[in-house]
Structure formats: C-alpha cells, structure tokens
C-alpha cells in the first residue's frame, strides 16, 4: 500500500471511532524551569490471570498484507509486530531487525525494579533522592523540582515519571538505584528475553549518537544541544549513521511484542507488579497521535513510546509499543518501531494508527 493512501484508509476507518486529542509529540530541547504538575499514581486496572488457553489459529490475512505493505512502501528501517494472546499468532513484518528502541527502553529498567521489588529487596515507597548530578538531558520534567539539596520521592514516583513522562532524569535514576545496565541485562537473561539490547544509558547513548563525549554540565539548558552544533556535519552524520546500523539499544519488534505478550501473562512478574506497570502504561501520557490516536471507544489501550535525535531531517528512533485489549477482553501486543526515516511526523503517527485500524478492522470475538 503506497504511503499517501495511509491517510484514506485512516479516514474510512476511523469513522465512528474516538481519537484522542492532539499533544505536541517532539521531543523538549530544553530543560524544564516551571515546576510539572504532580504525578498521580495510576489506578491498576484489574488483570485476570490466567488468560483463557492460548488456540492455535492463524493470523488473518488480510492484517498479514497489512504490515508487510506498510513497512515495504513507507521507507527507511521499519517493523512491524502484532501478537495475539487469545489465538497465539503473530503478524510481523522485519520482525527480526533490530532498531533503535530509545526510551521504549524504559520498560525494562521499570520491570528490573519491580523484579526487585517481587524479591523483596526494595518496595515502591523506599525513599530516593535526585541530585543536580544526577540530571541527563532532553525531556526531564522532574529537573524543575531540583534544588541544592536535591529532591526526595520515592521509587513509586519515579516510576510513575518515567514510563508515563518518558522524563529521562527519572529513569537513569532508577537504573543507577537498581544496580545500571549490568542489572537491566541481567533481568532480559534471567527471564530468557531474548533479541532485546539494553544500551549504557540516556546521557552515553545521547551523545554516542550525536558524536559527543558525556559532560555534566551538558545537563543544564540547552549545553548538550549547543555543543552538538559545533560538532562538522560529517562527524555527526558518520557517528548518527553507525547508531542506525547496529544500535547499542537495538531490539526486534517481534521480541518486544512477544515479552510484553509474557508480561500480560504473568510470566515475567509477580500478579502485583504486573497490574502495576500495565495500569501505569495504560495511564501514559506521550504520543497521543501515534497508535493512541486510533483507539476506538471501548478499547484499552497501555504503551511506550520512544524517540531519538533528528538529523537532516532523518530520526534515530520514532516507535509505540504496547497493548490493545478489545472490549471482551481478547488481548494483542503491538510493536511499531522506526529505525530511521525522513517522512514526516503525520506520515509516521499515520502509519502507527494503520496497524491499530488493521486489528481492530480483523479483530474476530
């Protein structure tokens, strides 16, 4: 399907159906000054567990031409995966390729913390501290409450910050607490996840993008955005083009769709922790205009989003993740994940809200 008629089938299909507002969806390029207004812990939704028995069905044809037409005609890096729960099939086009997750990533330092909290080694109300050092760059919120002596939450707040903000500060907090990369990689084996990268972090993988060397001050205003503009065009293009090949925080739409599919299972956390972080990804507040944007009335919808840095017009990273539960409760996981494209933001929010339209559209009760 050519990319211009993504808008006509967007339009015919979305008849009848409520689209969420519209946000801004870019990314903040300075740190915020106005103080955010207070996290609201989510209300879980409850989970039944277990899900009815997995039937072995195949998944429709017409949804299977779907993807493999978005992703060949859209351009650039793009996969695709659709993972029923009921019916066990998966519609997944450039399932395997591996692209940049940027703060899809965020999802697995939240489950490591809560695997945590399932052993009993940390509890959400434990209180932490954020520091000015402790401050990273891009989208962080929380920056405006940082004073001198820093500012005290807990790892509830955190949490809560991190995957329905994105705020940047609040996850690389919670991965310093949780013991750093080594620990997140450790939880993605320990729970056989495969095919799932986790990178060093937002300030190394921030500027390993852009061709810089991590430096705190690059924290505060608009001094990572700055020293970026000073670096040659080519630099930047040779450091942005060896991410997008074989990016430190690669993973395959068809293994995070599959693990998301385990984490709605139960598979992968205590019942308590996995209605936590679903009832907190069904809370999020970013990307209202990518798959949110084509959620019908009376379907639930949880995700992560992720967005890396634009160059030339081209961006490391643009993806939704998560789930689509239909009013009866048949459940699917969805991964849309664009490793590099120009088109444009419209283009791409369009393209996520097709895959959402396409399940909704062959959706069997």
Known sequence: ??????????????????IAGCASDS???????????????????????????VRNVAAP????????????????????????????WMATSNGDLKLPQQSVSKLWVA??????????????????????EDLTLFH???????????????????????????????????????????????FLAKKAIADIRFGPGE???????????WKPEYSRGNAFELARSRIPASTRMDAFERYIADPVDGAAPRAIATALARLKRGELL?????????????????GKQRMRGAVPEGWTFGHKTGTGQNFGGRTAGYNDVGFLIAPNGKAFTIAVMIGDTDKTIAERQALMQAVVLGVVTNYRW
Request: hydrophobic fraction near 40%; charged fraction near 20%; glycine fraction near 8%.
């Open 1 to 18: 399907m050519p990319v211009q008629r993504i808008g006509t089938i967007m339009s015919g299909a979305m008849a009848g159906l409520a």
């Open 27 to 53: 990314r903040s390029s300075r740190v915020a000054r106005v103080a955010p207004p207070p996290v609201v812990y989510a209300a879980p939704r409850p989970i039944v567990q277990p899900l009815p028995p």
């Open 61 to 88: 044809e017409a949804l299977v031409a779907l993807v493999q037409s978005l992703t060949r005609d859209f351009g650039g890096k793009v996969g695709i995966a659709v993972k029923s729960l009921d019916d066990d």
């Open 111 to 132: 489950m490591t913390v809560l695997d945590a909290r399932d052993q009993g080694k940390l509890t959400l109300d434990d209180p932490i501290t954020v520091r000015r």
């Open 140 to 186: 962080q919120p929380i920056a405006a409450l940082v004073k001198d002596a820093g500012y005290t939450t807990t790892v509830g707040e955190l949490l809560q910050r991190a995957l329905t903000q994105s705020d940047n500060t609040a996850n690389d907090r919670l991965l310093q607490f949780v013991g750093g990369p080594t620990a997140v990689r450790a």
């Open 203 to 213: 300030r190394a993988l921030q500027s390993l993008t852009a061709g810089l060397d």
């Open 270 to 286: 205590s019942p308590s922790s996995t209605q936590y972080l679903i009832g907190t990804m069904e809370s999020s507040r970013t």
